[in-house]
Protein backbone atom coordinates (compact mmCIF):
# COMPACT_ATOMS: atom_id res chain seq x y z
CA UNK A 1 0.00 0.00 0.00
CA UNK A 2 1.50 3.57 -1.12
CA UNK A 3 2.57 5.71 1.85
CA UNK A 4 3.68 9.19 2.13
CA UNK A 5 6.20 10.17 4.08
CA UNK A 6 7.61 13.87 5.01
CA UNK A 7 11.44 14.58 6.96
CA UNK A 8 13.07 17.70 7.70
CA UNK A 9 14.20 19.57 10.65
CA UNK A 10 11.71 20.41 12.74
CA UNK A 11 13.74 24.06 13.65
CA UNK A 12 14.78 26.39 11.57
CA UNK A 13 16.15 30.17 11.31
CA UNK A 14 14.69 32.85 10.12
CA UNK A 15 15.78 33.87 6.72
CA UNK A 16 16.84 30.85 6.21
CA UNK A 17 15.77 27.97 3.88
CA UNK A 18 13.25 25.45 4.41
CA UNK A 19 14.23 21.71 2.95
CA UNK A 20 11.26 18.89 3.28
CA UNK A 21 11.09 15.74 1.44
CA UNK A 22 8.21 13.54 0.67
CA UNK A 23 9.28 9.45 1.01
CA UNK A 24 6.83 7.69 -1.38
CA UNK A 25 6.76 3.78 -0.07
CA UNK A 26 4.99 0.94 -1.60
CA UNK A 27 4.54 2.31 -5.15
CA UNK A 28 6.43 4.11 -8.08
CA UNK A 29 6.28 7.97 -8.06
CA UNK A 30 6.51 7.95 -11.80
CA UNK A 31 3.46 5.19 -11.89
CA UNK A 32 0.06 6.10 -12.51
CA UNK A 33 -1.48 9.97 -13.33
CA UNK A 34 -0.51 11.58 -10.23
CA UNK A 35 0.58 14.90 -9.04
CA UNK A 36 2.23 15.12 -5.75
CA UNK A 37 1.48 18.54 -3.55
CA UNK A 38 2.43 20.44 -0.32
CA UNK A 39 -0.26 22.12 2.07
CA UNK A 40 0.92 23.40 5.66
CA UNK A 41 -0.95 23.92 8.29
CA UNK A 42 0.12 26.93 10.61
CA UNK A 43 -0.78 26.68 14.51
CA UNK A 44 -4.43 27.46 14.62
CA UNK A 45 -5.43 27.91 11.44
CA UNK A 46 -6.52 26.26 7.83
CA UNK A 47 -4.69 24.15 5.65
CA UNK A 48 -2.76 26.14 2.90
CA UNK A 49 -2.27 24.64 -0.60
CA UNK A 50 1.62 25.21 -1.27
CA UNK A 51 2.02 23.59 -4.78
CA UNK A 52 2.24 20.70 -6.53
CA UNK A 53 4.42 18.47 -9.02
CA UNK A 54 3.97 15.82 -11.65
CA UNK A 55 6.74 12.89 -11.43
CA UNK A 56 7.74 14.26 -15.20
CA UNK A 57 8.52 17.85 -13.21
CA UNK A 58 6.42 20.79 -14.43
CA UNK A 59 5.90 22.64 -10.80
CA UNK A 60 3.11 25.08 -10.53
CA UNK A 61 2.66 26.90 -7.15
CA UNK A 62 -0.10 28.84 -4.58
CA UNK A 63 0.61 32.44 -6.16
CA UNK A 64 0.91 33.57 -2.11
CA UNK A 65 4.22 31.57 -2.16
CA UNK A 66 5.32 31.40 -5.16
CA UNK A 67 8.61 33.98 -5.42
CA UNK A 68 9.89 31.80 -2.23
CA UNK A 69 9.11 27.95 -3.10
CA UNK A 70 10.44 25.21 -5.01
CA UNK A 71 9.06 22.06 -5.38
CA UNK A 72 10.81 18.97 -7.51
CA UNK A 73 10.93 15.45 -7.61
CA UNK A 74 13.71 12.77 -7.49
CA UNK A 75 11.88 9.70 -9.65
CA UNK A 76 15.34 7.71 -8.43
CA UNK A 77 14.62 8.10 -5.31
CA UNK A 78 11.44 7.86 -5.29
CA UNK A 79 10.51 11.35 -3.87
CA UNK A 80 9.61 14.51 -4.23
CA UNK A 81 10.89 17.79 -1.92
CA UNK A 82 9.87 21.84 -1.03
CA UNK A 83 12.31 24.13 -0.77
CA UNK A 84 10.75 27.34 0.91
CA UNK A 85 12.88 30.31 1.29
CA UNK A 86 13.26 33.73 3.51
CA UNK A 87 11.79 32.22 6.37
CA UNK A 88 9.84 33.88 8.91
CA UNK A 89 7.71 33.19 11.50
CA UNK A 90 4.70 32.71 9.72
CA UNK A 91 6.03 29.87 8.05
CA UNK A 92 5.34 27.71 11.39
CA UNK A 93 3.31 24.79 10.58
CA UNK A 94 2.94 21.36 10.34
CA UNK A 95 3.74 20.44 6.40
CA UNK A 96 1.86 17.42 4.53
CA UNK A 97 2.63 15.93 1.44
CA UNK A 98 0.17 14.55 -0.40
CA UNK A 99 -1.30 13.24 -4.04
CA UNK A 100 -3.99 14.21 -5.84
CA UNK A 101 -5.14 11.88 -8.79
CA UNK A 102 -4.80 13.91 -12.14
CA UNK A 103 -8.64 13.68 -12.63
CA UNK A 104 -11.53 15.54 -11.90
CA UNK A 105 -12.35 17.04 -8.63
CA UNK A 106 -8.82 17.40 -8.09
CA UNK A 107 -9.02 15.79 -4.52
CA UNK A 108 -6.07 14.64 -2.56
CA UNK A 109 -6.55 10.95 -2.03
CA UNK A 110 -3.26 10.14 -0.31
CA UNK A 111 -1.57 11.78 2.56
CA UNK A 112 1.64 11.83 4.87
CA UNK A 113 1.37 12.26 8.51
CA UNK A 114 3.16 15.83 8.45
CA UNK A 115 5.77 17.23 10.08
CA UNK A 116 6.11 20.03 12.07
CA UNK A 117 8.29 22.84 11.84
CA UNK A 118 8.97 25.79 14.02
CA UNK A 119 10.89 29.16 12.17
CA UNK A 120 12.71 30.62 15.84
CA UNK A 121 16.37 31.64 15.78
CA UNK B 1 -8.81 33.10 -4.39
CA UNK B 2 -11.96 31.72 -3.58
CA UNK B 3 -12.94 31.87 0.54
CA UNK B 4 -14.52 28.40 1.95
CA UNK B 5 -16.08 28.45 5.07
CA UNK B 6 -17.64 26.25 7.52
CA UNK B 7 -20.17 25.46 10.24
CA UNK B 8 -20.14 25.34 13.27
CA UNK B 9 -16.64 25.46 13.48
CA UNK B 10 -16.99 22.76 16.36
CA UNK B 11 -20.11 20.62 17.98
CA UNK B 12 -20.69 17.52 20.35
CA UNK B 13 -23.05 14.96 19.49
CA UNK B 14 -23.07 11.61 20.89
CA UNK B 15 -22.44 8.41 19.37
CA UNK B 16 -25.64 6.56 17.15
CA UNK B 17 -25.74 10.59 16.80
CA UNK B 18 -26.11 12.35 13.13
CA UNK B 19 -24.65 15.46 12.54
CA UNK B 20 -24.37 18.12 9.94
CA UNK B 21 -21.63 20.43 8.88
CA UNK B 22 -21.78 22.80 5.69
CA UNK B 23 -19.17 24.51 3.30
CA UNK B 24 -19.84 27.21 1.77
CA UNK B 25 -17.72 29.04 -1.21
CA UNK B 26 -17.45 32.38 -1.56
CA UNK B 27 -18.24 32.33 -5.57
CA UNK B 28 -19.80 29.01 -7.34
CA UNK B 29 -17.30 26.40 -7.55
CA UNK B 30 -20.19 23.66 -9.25
CA UNK B 31 -19.74 20.13 -7.64
CA UNK B 32 -15.76 20.97 -6.93
CA UNK B 33 -15.67 20.26 -3.59
CA UNK B 34 -14.17 17.74 -1.20
CA UNK B 35 -14.24 16.58 2.21
CA UNK B 36 -11.81 15.22 4.65
CA UNK B 37 -11.65 13.71 8.33
CA UNK B 38 -8.10 14.78 9.71
CA UNK B 39 -7.15 13.45 13.59
CA UNK B 40 -4.51 14.78 15.72
CA UNK B 41 -0.82 12.50 14.61
CA UNK B 42 -2.58 11.09 11.49
CA UNK B 43 -2.51 11.78 8.10
CA UNK B 44 -6.09 13.44 7.07
CA UNK B 45 -8.32 11.15 4.79
CA UNK B 46 -10.25 12.15 1.88
CA UNK B 47 -14.29 10.84 2.40
CA UNK B 48 -15.69 12.45 -0.28
CA UNK B 49 -15.06 14.26 -3.83
CA UNK B 50 -17.02 15.89 -6.34
CA UNK B 51 -19.18 16.87 -3.53
CA UNK B 52 -21.36 13.35 -3.40
CA UNK B 53 -19.11 10.56 -4.02
CA UNK B 54 -17.90 8.50 -1.71
CA UNK B 55 -13.97 7.32 -1.23
CA UNK B 56 -13.59 4.19 -1.65
CA UNK B 57 -13.59 2.52 1.48
CA UNK B 58 -15.09 5.40 3.27
CA UNK B 59 -18.24 3.37 5.65
CA UNK B 60 -21.77 5.07 3.89
CA UNK B 61 -22.83 6.49 6.71
CA UNK B 62 -20.97 9.58 5.11
CA UNK B 63 -22.20 11.20 2.94
CA UNK B 64 -22.10 14.61 0.62
CA UNK B 65 -24.53 17.37 -1.00
CA UNK B 66 -24.96 20.64 -2.22
CA UNK B 67 -23.54 22.55 -5.30
CA UNK B 68 -22.32 25.92 -6.69
CA UNK B 69 -21.84 27.80 -3.28
CA UNK B 70 -23.28 25.70 0.00
CA UNK B 71 -22.19 22.42 0.52
CA UNK B 72 -23.33 19.53 2.99
CA UNK B 73 -21.39 16.67 5.06
CA UNK B 74 -23.30 14.20 6.90
CA UNK B 75 -22.46 11.81 9.47
CA UNK B 76 -25.70 9.03 10.23
CA UNK B 77 -25.11 7.01 13.04
CA UNK B 78 -21.83 8.51 14.64
CA UNK B 79 -19.32 6.28 15.83
CA UNK B 80 -16.38 6.35 18.52
CA UNK B 81 -13.83 7.01 15.19
CA UNK B 82 -15.27 9.74 13.91
CA UNK B 83 -14.75 12.21 16.70
CA UNK B 84 -12.41 14.26 14.36
CA UNK B 85 -11.51 17.43 12.77
CA UNK B 86 -13.67 17.48 8.81
CA UNK B 87 -12.42 20.16 6.43
CA UNK B 88 -13.92 20.94 2.83
CA UNK B 89 -11.41 21.75 -0.18
CA UNK B 90 -12.54 23.60 -3.35
CA UNK B 91 -10.73 22.37 -6.25
CA UNK B 92 -12.89 24.49 -8.89
CA UNK B 93 -9.65 27.08 -9.73
CA UNK B 94 -6.13 27.21 -8.18
CA UNK B 95 -4.80 28.02 -5.70
CA UNK B 96 -7.04 25.25 -3.81
CA UNK B 97 -8.50 26.29 -1.06
CA UNK B 98 -9.61 24.71 1.96
CA UNK B 99 -11.93 25.79 4.74
CA UNK B 100 -11.37 26.31 8.40
CA UNK B 101 -12.39 22.87 9.96
CA UNK B 102 -15.21 21.69 11.85
CA UNK B 103 -14.25 19.44 15.08
CA UNK B 104 -16.76 16.81 15.80
CA UNK B 105 -16.82 16.60 19.45
CA UNK B 106 -17.59 13.68 21.75
CA UNK B 107 -21.11 14.23 24.02
Known amino acids: QLQLQESGPGLVKPSETLSLNCAVS??????????WDWIRQPPGKGLEWIGR???????YYNPSLKSRVTISVDTSKNHFSLKLSSLTAADTAFYYC?????????????WGRGTRVTVSS | DIQMTQSPSSLSASVGGRVSITCRAS??????LNWYQHKPGKAPELLIY???TLQSGVPSRFSGSGSGTEFTLTISGLQPEDFATYYC?????????FGPGTKVEIK
Open chain 1, 98 to 110: ARRPNRPYGYFDL
Open chain 1, 26 to 35: GGSISSGNYY
Open chain 1, 53 to 59: IYHTGSP
Open chain 2, 27 to 32: QSISIY
Open chain 2, 50 to 52: GSS
Open chain 2, 89 to 97: QQSYSTPFT
